[in-house]
């Protein structure tokens, strides 16, 4: 029996006793707010280099492990650790230490599954990358494995721990801006997505999201951010996606498009629409929140508020003056349809302090005091499973049905 | 960081030149979450906002950054000090007009300067601020920081011959372009920008230039330098341009930085023990007055110094 097969053995037994997992258990150790907390790094690329650099900024974290098949990668968390971090070829001998009490998994999007859930069976808590999955399979089975290990499982929607955003989304859900039904977002750059690649073998380890068969391109890399947002305001998940894309500029054998256009259903008619190019940059990542009396607009920095000009309604002398207020054949709004081009208001709240720092600081805070975290398996579930099915749509041509999550059990 | 980087590199294939260049600027976003005291999400941000409470936990890297500029204090007696961050803004230079502020705003401002009011923890790898009010500002150092690690990246990929600037002020040569000795830098004329005032050949080395010209103001006829002496808490008066030649385009930013504070016969003195660093430096009070170069021997002008007088008219005294 090979360590993956016991792995799936021990977590079967759980699902029929409702036990906790004798394996997972002999792992679990309590931590004293002195001890360190150790993490293991499956994937320690760029986005998991970012997070290590977050996590050694927390007080007591120390990464003790790091799994790669890229052999450059172990220099480089070397340098960045300030030490011979003991490095792996196989992410399970990592799992076999016995020294661990968290896992980063930050490999790409089609391994994050068999990664995760791995973790989670070994014990461990994890802070998983977003998308939370490739497949909806993928999405399910992470879903299901953190509900049957009861282990803590963070997913890389770090928005959900700026400041600004939470207060921007409280004010949108609180109707402060009216009745929102629009979110409309943005992430445009100007280059062409790729890493360097010294040998041309390595192409598709590094530039794996060009290609479909590890990712799903901008949606999930970028996107699903934003319709983890929209579903935050809208309280919900989409019902619903159609959406197209095209690669118009970067022909280079890359597969995912270089740009993509998407809407989401939500309930009541309210849409999600997420636009991202690769050519152009002008606009940059923003996401806008309208609502009938203003408009909200979030950067990784800031919010502001934009209210809607107030509307004036000329009464001519024909006008019937009804119980209710003022009918008349037509409406007038100052401004016009031009843009509005004045200044809006900051949102007090934005301190500018680093999402992704905050959501490691905060991992590290569950993983001590045992909490369970904000952007839990069901946020993640949310965005991952939108983002498959808008990918489903783009290549279908046809408006596909997002299934709802399945009920906890 | 408040500047334009720029690349010329040579590579097979464009889209080969387009990829590295794309991944250097990256590596320039990526440092600017670490340095920038303008984007309030860097980690010197942070520093900045809770150091002064107790220790903060950071980064190796940023670490290491914060350590390597204080040592540069140190050799330079605090000619050299990041934690002029209040200072410049008393002096309206943080994204604003200059402003002269007054002796009691200088005297509250000298608190919250000295490069000794950082402290760190190597073991804890933390910063704490001993004072209230301190800020880093990165001026003096960042940019030459980020050019190293845009070095650092091309390097890796074997990037053989790449010439990087930022804003022009700091700039690293990779090896040399196809067939020539070294790419071919122009150290400006401060005074005449048609007739630079020497022409270098760098290959794996860097070349940082501070001078007043491009970051004053004037008020009542005074022009007011953006570089400060840390420890009048004034901007410098008598030097015009300072240019450092290092193999590290962090020591030449901040030694050009150093330099222009202190003055002809100090930079000689700090330069004596530092063999790998040449340096040329433009002194005078409102205009070039004197031309001092130290193992400036790198010119394809010859006597530079000479050449600097013919190149600078003198302005007679009324």
């Known amino acids: 029996m090979n360590r993956r097969s016991f792995l799936r053995g021990a977590s079967a037994s759980v699902m029929a006793s409702g036990m906790t997992p004798v394996f997972a258990q002999s792992l679990e150790k309590s931590l004293a707010p002195s001890d360190t907390v150790s993490v293991g790094v499956i994937g320690p690329g760029s986005r998991g280099q970012e997070l290590m650099r977050k996590l050694l900024r927390t007080p007591g974290v120390g990464i003790t492990a790091a799994c790669d098949i890229y052999e450059p990668r172990f220099a480089e968390v070397d340098q960045l650790v300030g030490s011979a971090v003991p490095r792996y070829k196989d992410y399970r001998q990592l799992l076999e230490r016995k020294d661990l009490d968290a896992i980063v998994v930050a490999t790409p999007l089609y391994l994050h599954a068999e990664h995760v859930k791995a973790a989670l069976n070994s014990g461990r808590a994890v802070y998983g990358e977003k998308s939370m999955g490739f497949t909806a399979e993928d999405s399910q089975s992470i879903l299901q494995t953190v509900q049957q290990s009861g282990k803590i499982f963070q997913v890389g929607h770090q928005y959900r721990y700026a400041a600004w955003f939470q207060d921007a989304v409280s004010r949108a859900r609180d109707l402060q801006i009216g009745r929102v039904t629009q979110v409309v977002a943005y992430w445009n750059r100007n280059n062409d997505w790729r890493r360097p690649v010294a040998d041309p073998k390595d192409e598709r380890l590094i530039n794996w999201r060009l290609y479909k068969e590890y990712s799903g391109g901008l949606l999930t890399e970028l996107g699903s951010h934003h319709i983890d947002l929209a579903n935050w305001v809208f309280g919900e998940q989409p019902t619903d996606v159609m959406g197209t894309g095209s690669i118009a500029v970067y022909h280079d054998g890359r597969e995912v498009d270089d740009n993509v256009q998407v809407v989401f259903g939500y309930s009541e008619g309210r849409r999600l629409t997420f636009t991202s190019m690769t050519s152009n940059s002008l606009v940059g990542e923003q996401i806008w929140i309208y609502g009938t009396n203003g408009s909200l607009q979030l950067t990784l920095q800031d919010a502001t508020f934009y209210y809607e000009p107030r509307p004036v309604h000329p009464v001519s002398p024909q006008s019937e003056v009804m119980q209710h207020g003022v009918t008349t054949g037509a409406s007038f709004r100052a401004g016009g349809e031009m843009p509005y081009r004045g200044k809006g208001t900051p949102l007090g709240s934005a301190n500018g302090d680093d999402p992704t720092q905050l959501a490691c600081q905060s991992f590290i805070e569950c993983v001590r005091e045992k909490k369970a975290p904000i952007a839990d398996v069901h946020v993640g579930y949310r965005a991952a499973i939108a983002a498959t099915y808008a990918n489903r749509s783009i290549q279908s041509g046809c408006k596909e049905t997002i299934p709802p999550a399945p009920a906890a059990g | ?318």
């Open chain 2, 1 to 318: 960081m408040g500047t334009i980087f720029s690349i010329y590199l040579y590579a097979p294939s464009e889209q080969a030149a387009r990829t590295l260049a794309e991944a250097a600027f990256d590596e320039v976003d990526r440092v600017d979450e670490l340095l920038s005291n303008y984007r309030p999400s860097s980690e010197l941000s942070r520093i900045n906002r809770e150091a002064a409470q107790g220790p903060v936990v950071t980064d190796r890297e940023t670490f290491s950054f914060l350590a390597t500029s204080l040592d540069w204090s140190a050799r330079t007696g605090g000619a050299f000090d990041i934690t002029v961050g209040r200072l410049m803004k008393a002096w309206g230079f943080f994204r604003a007009s200059g402003h002269v502020p007054s002796e009691a705003e200088l005297a509250e401002t000298g608190r919250q300067v000295g490069w000794q009011k950082v402290i760190l923890n190597p073991q804890q790898r933390s910063v704490r601020f001993n004072v209230n009010g301190v800020e880093l500002d990165p001026g003096g150092i960042g940019k030459g920081y980020v050019v190293d690690r845009m070095v650092d990246l091309l390097r890796a990929q074997h990037v053989s011959a790449a010439l990087i600037s930022a804003g022009g002020s700091t700039i690293y040569a990779i090896g040399a372009p196809p067939g020539e000795r070294g790419w071919k830098v122009q150290v400006p004329n401060p005074e005449d920008k048609q007739r630079p005032i020497s022409t270098v050949l760098l290959r794996d080395t860097s070349l940082s230039t501070s001078a007043c010209s491009e970051k004053f103001f004037v008020l009542e006829g005074h022009r007011y330098c953006h570089i400060m002496d840390p420890h009048t808490l004034r901007p410098i008066e008598n030097m015009v341009q300072t240019t450092a030649i290092h193999p590290s385009a962090t020591a030449s930013d901040a030694l050009s930085s150093s330099l222009f504070v202190l003055g002809p016969e100090a930079s000689e003195r700090l330069l004596n023990d530092m063999p790998q660093a040449s340096a040329l430096l433009l002194s005078g009070h409102t205009h070039v007055e004197h031309c001092t170069s130290i193992r400036w021997n790198d010119s394809l002008d010859g006597d530079v110094c000479h050449h600097t007088a013919a190149k600078i008219p003198r302005k007679e005294a009324p």
